[in-house]
């Protein structure tokens, strides 16, 4: 299995998400357990071009300290919604034998969204922990009511599967 952190980079990793508490507590215990069980941990960052702020070299494009990368773990960089978008990233996990890929991160209604979607399509066994992934309010719905909308009604028995956070941990081995 692969852990697949997904942008959470300091320009949208704030105390405005959905849950924020939770779902930063969760994601971070989740990357622990992870490394602590010898479960891979691949990080992703969104690039959105130059001079938006979340772009190579910009502070908010860096990824949050509580859940940064150590070491030896793969960090890929994108430029659309879905992690495939990078060619190295879709390269490197068709090189993988173990096709379960937990993801986590931000944010659910678009990068995370995208990122399962593609994932399914590619033949992997999704699967999206409850509370690890989290998204702001917007002009349509609060941030609660999108994360619900993905997370209850579109991801669980089509696209993911999606699990309790004991679940998850037990899946990585805790």
């Known amino acids: 299995m692969i852990l697949l952190v997904v942008d959470m980079q300091k320009g949208i990793a704030d105390s405005e998400l959905y849950n924020y508490e939770t779902f930063m507590d969760r994601t971070v ?28 070299g910009d502070e908010d494009f860096e990824i949050v300290d509580q859940a940064a990368p150590e070491k030896g773990e793969k960090v890929f960089v994108k430029t659309i919604n879905s992690c495939f978008g990078n060619k190295d990233f879709t390269r490197y996990m ?3 034998e173990d096709k379960r890929l937990m993801i986590i991160g931000l944010q659910t209604n678009w990068c995370i969204d995208a990122t399962v979607k593609s994932a399914f399509e590619r033949g992997y066994q999704v699967i999206v922990p409850e509370e690890t992934n ?39 081995g805790e």
């Not at 992870?34 to 992703?44: G, I």
Request: hydrophobic share 35%.
């Open 29 to 56: 215990r989740l990357i622990g357990a992870a490394r602590k069980n010898h479960v891979e941990v691949v990080f992703v960052q969104h690039d959105a071009g130059p001079e938006s702020g979340l772009s190579a």
């Open 94 to 96: 068709e090189q993988q």
């Open 134 to 172: 989290s998204t702001f309010d917007n002009d349509y719905m609060t941030g609660e009511t999108t994360y619900r909308y993905y997370n209850e009604e579109i991801w669980p028995d089509c696209f993911a599967e999606c699990v309790t956070f004991d679940e998850a941990m037990d899946m990585i």
